[in-house]
């Protein structure tokens, strides 16, 4: 199995265990827009990251890239409020936090405005700058991930683990019992 | 060049001190030292031969030589054993001259009994005494301690030492509680009208003065060594050296380097950059051999105490009829007037015991209490009033849900987030 394969059957396998485990309660429109969104630009990355031989992809793409990414996130995160959709950014922070709905307004406002703001600035950076600039432009954009990463892992993960740890603890102690 | 063992049966003739010659066989018994290798004497039980290695060169073997030759004719006066005791070698003090041939090979002395005897090494550690079939208590070191500190006294008043005193080269008789000391040729001598050096030394032994250079003074040495071994005998094998550091000076992991500094702890004045190991009894030791080893050990201590100070102080303790010893009400041999130091290890032990074992019954509950103190934290939950105090006065600004969505909607959340974010990381690289 090439490693391609293995990874595509990776990504498969941790859906369908998604789908199996989905939450039953219907999904915000505007989380299931972002959802789309994000398939197609998962296959998209599937595709000319594992499969597609190099140098297939269109090659101004590769310095627009990351602004396609903050500007399709954007847009998503700018329309579907205005239609009534509500806020995307719950998906990406985590609908674990209690705000109100003007709080997640604000929120996905901001938010909205940064990925714009930030597929602006690769725009200017990638044409108009040395290579090396946009290099390090890239870098500080992929702190920002580890940001909403260490966000996540801090008020999400910690809890689910110890949810988890306590659940197996109880299996466990039923089972000894 | 001689390059190859000697066979395991092979010829020899002894020269002894009166000139006589005698042939002998010469059997291999499997051990081997550094410089040479024993070998038992056919027909003469009482004696084993070291034979210098082959790859020990000609003008090594001939120092050796001439030592061996002054040795054999200058034996010195040991402490007198009751005649009731057979058979105990306190040196293995060269006898008769090996040659091989016309040449010199090696010397002839008397036999250790092994099976009589055990390394005092296993005193330090009472499990492996007792292992050894030697049930140690404070009556039976003091006597070790004093037995040693008497051939020591011995060499030193025929200007011999030892130098690389250490427990591994120390045998003690089971019953008797005399003490040999192996590897005699090896010694320093100094004596009117011939010197030998002795070049071999072990670090955790060697006094501070001589760790950055050669042993100038051996006597000196020996009364280091001779002080750290007595420690080590009646503070169940705890070097005088081994601390625990205090403040923020230099405290090396190693022993050579703490006794370099004179990091000495269990002395009667508190050494300021160390503390005693937990488990030391050294406050359990009469004031005598207090003094002694602060003398020995302290640093800027004024005359380190010879053999013979170390055997007078500890014939009184030696002795029974002295009465310096007493019983303890658990029947353990103590110091009198002092606290029984068996007791007080005991104590120490079990004390340290216990912690242990709540320590580790708290290591067993920890997850649990961790995932609790989690949980609280995040939903502000705490029943402890400092801690719930602390959960009033988060700020408003994040809080979490209680967690009620399953558990498997939460991974399936997280998996697709997951999964989001790793396309993000591929179109942002």
């Not at chain 1, 429109?29 to 597609?52: D, E, N, T």
């Not at chain 2, 230099?250 to 009667?268: K, S, V």
């Not at chain 2, 030791?285 to 302290?298: G, K, M, V, Y």
Request: with cysteine; charged share 20%.
């Amino acid at each position: 199995m090439t490693p391609a394969l293995l990874l595509s059957a990776l990504a498969g396998a941790a859906l369908l265990l998604a789908w199996r485990w989905r939450p039953r309660q219907p999904m915000a429109p505007g989380i299931r827009v972002l959802l789309l969104a994000y398939s197609m630009l998962g296959a998209w990355a599937l595709f000319f990251g594992l499969y597609a031989p190099a140098g297939r992809e269109p090659a101004v793409l590769l310095l627009c890239k990351p602004t396609l990414m903050y500007w399709v996130l954007s847009a998503v995160l700018f329309i579907a409020p205005m239609l009534g959709w509500g806020y995307p950014v719950k998906a990406v922070v985590g609908a674990y936090f209690v705000f109100s709905n003007r709080e997640w307004r604000w929120l996905n406002l901001g938010f909205a405005l940064l990925c714009g703001l930030l597929g602006a600035a690769n725009l200017v950076i990638a044409f108009a700058y040395p290579p090396g600039d946009w290099e390090g432009f890239k870098f500080s954009c992929m702190v920002n991930l580890v940001a909403i990463v260490l966000l996540r892992l801090t008020f999400v993960w910690v809890d689910a683990a110890a949810r988890i740890i306590q659940q197996l603890h109880a299996r466990a102690k039923a089972l000894f019992s | 060049m001689r390059s190859t063992r000697l066979p395991a049966r092979s010829t020899a003739r002894l020269r002894w001190p009166d000139g006589r010659t005698e042939k002998v066989r010469l059997l291999a018994i499997g051990k081997s030292g550094g410089a040479g290798e024993v070998f038992e004497v056919e027909d003469r039980p009482g004696y084993v031969a070291k034979i210098y290695h082959p790859t020990v060169q000609p003008a090594q073997l001939a120092l050796y030589e001439r030592k061996i030759g002054w040795m054999i004719a200058n034996p010195p006066a040991l402490p007198p054993i009751p005649q009731a005791y057979e058979g105990i070698v306190q040196l293995a003090w060269p006898l008769a001259q090996v040659m091989l041939g016309s040449r010199f090979a090696g010397f002839v002395m008397q036999k250790i009994d092994f099976t009589r005897t055990l390394e005092l090494d296993y005193l330090l550690t009472r499990r492996q005494a007792q292992r050894e079939g030697f049930e140690v208590d404070f009556g039976k070191l003091v006597t070790v301690c004093y037995n040693l500190s008497t051939i020591i006294d011995c060499l030193h008043g025929k200007r011999i030492a030892v130098v690389d005193l250490k427990p591994i080269n120390l045998k003690v008789y089971k019953s008797e509680l005399y003490v040999s000391i192996l590897d005699c040729d090896g010694f320093h001598i100094a004596a009117e009208g011939f010197v030998s050096e002795a070049t071999q030394v072990t670090p955790d032994y060697l006094a501070p003065e001589f760790h950055e250079r050669a042993v100038t003074q051996p006597q000196a040495q020996d009364r280091f060594a001779l002080a750290t071994i007595i420690f080590r005998l009646l503070n169940f094998g705890i070097h005088p050296y081994a601390s625990i550091a205090a403040g923020r000076a230099d405290h090396p992991t190693e022993l050579a380097g703490r006794i370099r500094l004179g990091l000495y702890p269990y002395g009667r004045r508190v050494h300021p950059a160390v503390r005693p190991t937990p488990a030391s009894v050294h406050e359990a030791f009469p004031d005598p051999l207090r003094e002694l080893f602060d003398r020995s050990f302290a640093a800027g201590a004024d005359g380190r105490p010879s053999a013979r100070e170390w055997a007078q102080a500890l014939a009184g303790f030696a002795s029974r009829r002295a009465g310096n010893m007493t019983m303890c009400t658990a029947g353990h041999l103590q110091f009198a007037g002092r606290p029984c130091p068996t007791c007080l290890r005991e104590g120490i032990l079990r004390g340290h015991a216990q912690r242990r074992q709540r320590f580790t019954a708290r290591l067993q509950t920890t997850p649990r209490r961790a995932i609790t103190h989690v949980r609280r934290s995040l939903r502000g939950t705490h029943s402890a009033p400092f801690q719930a105090a602390l959960a009033q006065m988060q700020p408003h600004a994040v809080h979490l849900a209680p967690a009620t969505m399953p558990i498997r909607n939460v991974i399936a959340t997280e998996i697709v987030w997951t999964l989001g974010l790793l396309v993000t990381y591929w179109w942002l690289k």
